[in-house]
């Protein structure tokens, strides 16, 4: 058994975490989840130096006190909205050109309003992207608040067994004590029983 305290930094939030080696990887997640409500699935511990990725129990050996959480879908997060972005200047750049360049229809020239049908039908495909992109979030971060809720109830309940487990420990072998053959029959003997008997015939000869 390595009993280790390590300094896990998460943004703007540090926490001192004490580690015992013999718990496992899984257990000190746990631990982070109940200071940073993040679940373990969620969760990417690094070094904080050289950005190691944790991804198992010896990891945690031989790294550095010094670790970092990050949770795995604010990167995720990031990414589509970096690709949103790339998407709104892409659809901007389009109705652009599309603006510039006119619409020839036979010998006559176009009065622009075609050019206007086509980009008010962008803006509308637009709107309907980011309404989608919205819904998507919203959905996730649902998702993600039933499954934190209910890793936390495990945890509560798993904790409540342990408690249980832990006070009725001690009975369990008292009362198997009652059931040693020999504790019985010393029981016996300390027991009068001719006496007894003789009580209980003179009680039923009086009722009789």
Do not use: W
Request: proline content about 3%; overall charge negative.
């Amino acid at each position: 058994m390595v009993a280790r305290q390590f300094i896990v930094s998460h943004k703007d939030s540090i926490f001192d975490v004490d580690y015992d080696t013999d718990d496992g990887l899984e257990v000190f997640k746990i631990q982070l989840f109940s200071l940073t409500s993040i679940p373990p699935h969620l969760q990417q511990i690094t070094g904080e130096d050289d950005d190691q990725v944790v991804s198992d129990d010896s990891d945690l050996t031989g790294m550095s006190n010094k670790l970092k959480l990050i949770k795995i879908n604010e990167e995720e997060k990031e990414v589509k909205l970096q690709e949103s972005i790339a998407a709104v200047v892409a659809q901007q750049n389009e109705e652009e050109s599309i603006r510039d360049v006119p619409i020839l229809g036979g010998d006559d020239v176009s009065d622009g309003s075609d050019v206007v049908h086509v980009s008010n039908e962008l803006k509308e495909l637009f709107s309907s992207a980011a309404d989608l992109m919205k819904s998507d979030e919203e959905l996730a971060r649902m998702l993600q608040e039933e499954e934190e809720a209910l890793m936390l109830q495990e945890f509560a309940v798993s904790e409540q067994r342990e408690e249980i487990g832990q006070k009725i420990r001690p009975y369990i072998s008292q009362v198997q004590m009652y059931e040693d053959p020999v504790r019985q029959e010393a029981a016996r003997k300390t027991v009068p029983r001719e006496e007894l008997e003789e009580k209980a015939l003179v009680s039923l000869a009086k009722v009789g």
